[in-house]
């Protein structure tokens, strides 16, 4: 019995939903059982698209998001199907719910896995541990509660069949109450999705010069990111922060401008295939961690390289 | 008021880590106080400036994360509490050890990192929360508290919001949230003297580590020079293109 949680945006499943549905259907497969999946919803959620994933799924409209509720969201489901499994998509949201979720089952929790598999009645898994420099290989017992690092599994297939919606009870919660949500204007392509990452630094120098960062993203389809002292100057928004604090991304291709190579930036981006830096400092520590670079002041070196990008394009 | 501030002992990021026996061997690395938990103790020490009564640190770890419960203090924590435990344990299975410690002490708060600099876990606060029964505010960049409540920012995947809270409950913190002080030399002499209580883990931890690997991608390292950018850039693109095939 694996229950899967699938995340969404109100109108359609995220793709970490998918990659969990891969991961969920496998330990399934090998623990014996079927898979169910919860979709909470604060007001909206797509109950046709979760359906022919699932034959079986649980819903509930709980409301503002917070930690707690979706956490007995999860918890009711669980305890409705008997899991004993709890496959989810790693997010911010998620890693903190199903903490709480992995001590109210009394389960084991396995955080941002690459893989995951059944050994021996137990469920291992691999992730990266000591800020992404370590690869480890863990194993819980049953009851497990387990994230899935996004990029890291294939997508599930629909079923032959649509599944049927079971309406979830969930037992209010002492909770936080939501005053007012700081939005941020979404645009282009995902950052934690995205197979090229063009970051801006502290050494782009102004919020104005990340229209270069933009270009350049935007020419080669990628995503925008900042570094943690950008986003702290308030020149773009938290959304893009790349690092320990940020979001962790692994795309083939991260290019960091004006970037120096802080550790805690180093945390979220030194599993890409391959890093590119310019950067006006031969010392700047980002060049140890880069497989090309260019020392020059990206004022000028950017442009250029946009150019480059058009004429190889053309 | 009462103030807890729950701290871990990791590697400096910066160390070379090594492994021993299919283990991450710790024995060259540099030991430091996690420096998401400064946060944590920092917000602590802030709160009882501003509002009185005491700031306590509870430590999990190995006898020696005494160290970092000694640099909790010399910034200015009144005592500390250590459960003391040499092998590895889970984030669920240590919020289970230390909500028995931090209930004892009916704290109005709990703070603590948002993500430990070791086993990149994101779990403890949360887990923590659960286990005193109370509500949990992630990744916090701003608190201020107002009588039986606090009212607190903190970041969620796309934006950020601002949340009320009845007290008791758990912060988890991060950069931005304040500017942790060093310890000062008197901080540190006072330190020495105070009050360090050591508690015995009682847990059993459901996750078990198998075996750890440090693969650190050797990077070409191919560095242009960008005195002529347009030659630079047309360069790097070639490369990118033939040698990388990114492009």
């Given at each position: 019995?694996?229950?899967?949680?699938?995340?969404?945006?109100?109108?359609?499943?995220?793709?970490?939903?998918?990659?969990?549905?891969?991961?969920?259907?496998?330990?399934?497969?090998?623990?014996g059982?079927?898979?169910?999946?919860?979709?909470?919803?604060?007001?909206?959620?797509?109950?046709?698209?979760?359906?022919?994933?699932?034959?079986?799924?649980?819903?509930?409209?709980?409301?503002?998001y917070?930690?707690?509720?979706?956490?007995?969201?999860?918890?009711?489901?669980?305890?409705?199907?008997?899991?004993?499994?709890?496959?989810?998509?790693?997010?911010?949201?998620?890693r903190?719910?199903?903490?709480?979720?992995?001590?109210?089952?009394?389960?084991?929790?396995?955080?941002?896995?690459?893989?995951?598999?059944?050994?021996?009645?137990?469920?291992?898994?691999?992730?990266?541990?000591?800020?992404?420099r370590?690869?480890?290989?863990?194993?819980?017992?049953?009851?497990?509660?387990?994230s899935?690092?996004?990029?890291?599994t294939?997508?599930?297939?629909?079923?032959?069949?649509?599944?049927?919606?079971?309406?979830?009870?969930?037992?209010?919660?002492?909770?936080?109450?939501?005053?007012?949500r700081?939005?941020?204007?979404?645009?282009?392509?995902?950052?934690?999705?995205?197979?090229?990452?063009?970051?801006?630094?502290?050494?782009?120098?102004?919020?104005?010069?990340?229209?270069?960062?933009?270009?350049?993203?935007?020419?080669?389809?990628?995503?925008?990111?900042?570094?943690?002292?950008?986003?702290?100057?308030?020149?773009?928004?938290?959304?893009?922060?790349?690092?320990?604090?940020?979001?962790?991304?692994?795309?083939?291709?991260?290019?960091?401008?004006?970037?120096?190579?802080?550790?805690?930036?180093?945390?979220?981006?030194?599993?890409?295939?391959?890093?590119?830096?310019?950067?006006?400092?031969?010392?700047?520590?980002?060049?140890?961690?880069?497989?090309?670079?260019?020392?020059?002041?990206?004022?000028?070196?950017?442009?250029?390289?946009?150019?480059?990008?058009?004429?190889?394009?053309? | 008021?009462?103030?807890?501030?729950?701290?871990?002992?990791?590697?400096?990021?910066?160390?070379?880590?090594?492994?021993?026996?299919?283990?991450?061997?710790?024995?060259?690395?540099?030991?430091?106080?996690?420096?998401?938990?400064?946060?944590?103790?920092?917000?602590?020490?802030?709160?009882?400036?501003?509002?009185?009564?005491?700031?306590?640190?509870?430590?999990f770890?190995?006898?020696?994360?005494?160290?970092?419960?000694?640099?909790?203090?010399?910034?200015?924590?009144?005592?500390?509490?250590?459960?003391?435990?040499?092998?590895?344990?889970?984030?669920?299975?240590?919020?289970?050890?230390?909500?028995?410690?931090?209930?004892?002490?009916?704290?109005?708060?709990?703070?603590?990192?948002?993500?430990?600099?070791?086993?990149?876990?994101?779990?403890?606060?949360?887990?923590?929360?659960?286990?005193?029964?109370?509500?949990?505010?992630?990744?916090?960049?701003?608190?201020?508290?107002?009588?039986?409540?606090?009212?607190?920012?903190?970041?969620?995947?796309?934006?950020?919001?601002?949340v009320?809270?009845?007290?008791?409950?758990?912060?988890?913190?991060?950069?931005?949230?304040?500017?942790?002080r060093?310890?000062?030399?008197?901080?540190?002499?006072?330190?020495?003297?105070?009050?360090?209580k050591?508690?015995?883990?009682?847990?059993?931890?459901?996750?078990?580590?198998?075996?750890?690997?440090?693969?650190?991608?050797?990077?070409l390292?191919?560095?242009?020079?960008?005195?002529?950018?347009?030659?630079?850039?047309?360069?790097?693109?070639?490369?990118?293109?033939?040698?990388?095939?990114?492009?």
């Amino acid at each position: 019995m694996v229950l899967v949680v699938l995340d969404h945006d109100g109108n359609k499943l995220r793709k970490g939903s998918l990659e969990a549905l891969t991961r969920a259907r496998a330990l399934a497969e090998a623990l014996g059982g079927r898979v169910a999946g919860v979709l909470l919803a604060e007001e909206t959620a797509p109950v046709e698209e979760a359906l022919a994933y699932v034959e079986t799924l649980y819903t509930a409209t709980l409301g503002p998001y917070t930690a707690e509720k979706w956490a007995a969201g999860v918890v009711a489901a669980a305890g409705e199907m008997g899991a004993q499994a709890v496959v989810a998509p790693s997010s911010r949201q998620s890693r903190t719910y199903l903490g709480r979720v992995a001590y109210a089952l009394k389960a084991g929790l396995l955080e941002d896995t690459l893989e995951s598999g059944v050994e021996g009645g137990a469920v291992v898994a691999t992730r990266y541990a000591y800020l992404n420099r370590v690869t480890q290989k863990v194993r819980s017992a049953l009851p497990v509660v387990l994230s899935v690092k996004p990029n890291t599994t294939p997508l599930a297939e629909p079923l032959a069949a649509p599944g049927a919606v079971k309406p979830l009870e969930v037992p209010p919660v002492p909770t936080v109450e939501v005053l007012e949500r700081v939005q941020e204007e979404k645009k282009g392509v995902s950052l934690t999705e995205a197979d090229i990452v063009v970051t801006g630094g502290r050494g782009m120098g102004s919020a104005e010069a990340f229209r270069l960062v933009e270009e350049m993203a935007a020419l080669l389809g990628g995503a925008v990111g900042a570094t943690r002292a950008v986003v702290d100057a308030g020149w773009r928004p938290y959304s893009e922060q790349v690092g320990q604090t940020g979001k962790t991304v692994q795309p083939s291709l991260y290019i960091a401008l004006g970037v120096s190579g802080a550790v805690q930036h180093l945390a979220g981006m030194n599993k890409s295939k391959y890093i590119v830096a310019v950067n006006k400092d031969p010392e700047a520590p980002i060049f140890k961690h880069a497989d090309y670079g260019i020392v020059g002041d990206v004022h000028q070196v950017v442009p250029a390289l946009i150019e480059a990008v058009k004429k190889l394009k053309d | 008021m009462k103030f807890v501030a729950v701290i871990r002992q990791v590697p400096d990021g910066e160390s070379k880590l090594k492994i021993q026996g299919n283990r991450v061997d710790l024995s060259g690395a540099t030991l430091i106080l996690d420096q998401m938990d400064e946060y944590a103790v920092e917000e602590a020490l802030r709160l009882r400036e501003k509002h009185g009564g005491e700031a306590i640190v509870v430590g999990f770890g190995p006898e020696r994360t005494e160290e970092a419960i000694r640099t909790a203090l010399a910034m200015g924590a009144d005592r500390g509490i250590h459960v003391v435990y040499e092998g590895f344990a889970d984030p669920v299975a240590v919020a289970e050890a230390l909500a028995g410690v931090i209930r004892e002490e009916a704290p109005t708060l709990v703070l603590t990192g948002g993500q430990q600099a070791d086993w990149d876990s994101q779990a403890l606060g949360a887990a923590l929360a659960e286990a005193l029964g109370v509500p949990v505010v992630s990744w916090t960049t701003a608190l201020e508290l107002e009588g039986e409540t606090a009212k607190a920012k903190h970041d969620l995947d796309e934006g950020a919001e601002w949340v009320r809270v009845r007290l008791p409950a758990v912060f988890t913190t991060q950069q931005g949230l304040n500017e942790p002080r060093y310890p000062t030399l008197p901080g540190i002499m006072k330190a020495k003297k105070k009050e360090i209580k050591k508690v015995a883990f009682s847990g059993a931890p459901k996750v078990e580590i198998l075996e750890e690997s440090i693969q650190e991608k050797t990077r070409l390292q191919k560095v242009l020079d960008g005195k002529d950018p347009v030659a630079a850039a047309e360069e790097l693109v070639r490369l990118l293109h033939e040698e990388a095939k990114v492009l």
